[in-house]
């Protein structure tokens, strides 16, 4: 058996998050990333496959970069083909960009030591081709202000206050390593977006898109830059802001050549 791990990219518009759901029937049928290509994997195998990947997203967000290992019983299929093998039993919405042959004991969850997330932000109008990638916020964010509130999520954290109702999570602390405000062209008329990025070991669920609600909600309002501090400390989901939608947030990296930190 071989080790095998894939770099994807996907739009995650049309799909129920990224994990295999069992939804009992065909009428009630939840289309998942993970599900596709396991579809996809089982096609070429003939035997079903389970992919492990580094992260869940939700309906609807996105994927710059998402990592996924799985285990092959085929020695014949060079590592590297397996991107044109994979992709040609996919939809258009799922690409495997890259693949490799990792050791046995690699885990695309459990190796990786960072994730980094990218939430696009559209201060006016938005081009119909965007309005599936972006949050279009209708005012002008102040990118220093907003720096300044995103100083104090750098460290280990109890991230609480940022934590969605139902979230499983034994412990609420995480590493960041941190977070930022900038602008960037975008396709396809190349004009400025906002840009919010954010790194850490793990995240709790939807909150990154927390985060990003609770600082344009700040800035918007013109709050003083330690209220995101302030909110933090609380360690309470009332004192933070409403949760960004999710179109406009991309699973942007996954790095596996730092020091891996709880959990």
Not at 74 to 82: G, K, T, V
Not at 206 to 215: A, E
Request: glycine share 6%.
């Amino acid at each position: 058996m071989r080790n095998i791990l894939l770099t994807l990219s996907y739009d995650g518009t049309d799909f129920c998050g990224w994990q295999r759901q069992d939804c009992g029937d065909v009428k009630n049928y939840c289309r998942t990333v993970q599900g596709e290509i396991e579809k996809a994997l089982e096609k070429i195998h003939k035997v079903p496959i389970v992919l492990y990947g580094s992260g869940r997203t939700d309906s609807g967000v996105h994927a710059m970069a998402q990592a996924a290992n799985f285990s092959s019983p085929i020695d014949s299929i060079p590592a590297e083909r397996y991107p044109r093998a994979i992709n040609s039993f996919l939809p258009q919405d799922i690409r495997i960009t890259k693949a490799e042959e990792v050791p046995a004991d690699f885990n695309a969850r459990f190796s990786a030591t960072s994730r980094v997330y990218r939430y696009f932000i559209c201060p006016d109008s938005i081009q119909a081709s965007q309005t599936r990638y972006a949050w279009c916020v209708q005012y002008e964010p102040d990118l220093e202000r907003l720096n300044e509130m995103c100083r104090c999520l750098k460290g280990e954290i109890d991230c609480a206050s940022f934590a969605a109702s139902g979230d499983e999570s034994q412990s609420t602390f995480r590493f960041l390593n941190g977070a930022r405000f900038f602008r960037q062209p975008v396709f396809p008329d190349g004009r400025e977006m906002v840009v919010f990025e954010i790194e850490a070991n793990a995240f709790l669920w939807k909150m990154v898109r927390t985060i990003t609600g609770t600082l344009i909600n700040l800035d918007r309002t013109g709050a003083p830059v330690d209220s995101m501090e302030k909110i933090l400390l609380a360690k309470d989901r009332r004192k933070a802001g409403a949760t960004a939608p999710s179109q406009g947030l991309f699973l942007y990296k996954i790095n596996f050549d730092g020091v891996r930190v709880h959990p």
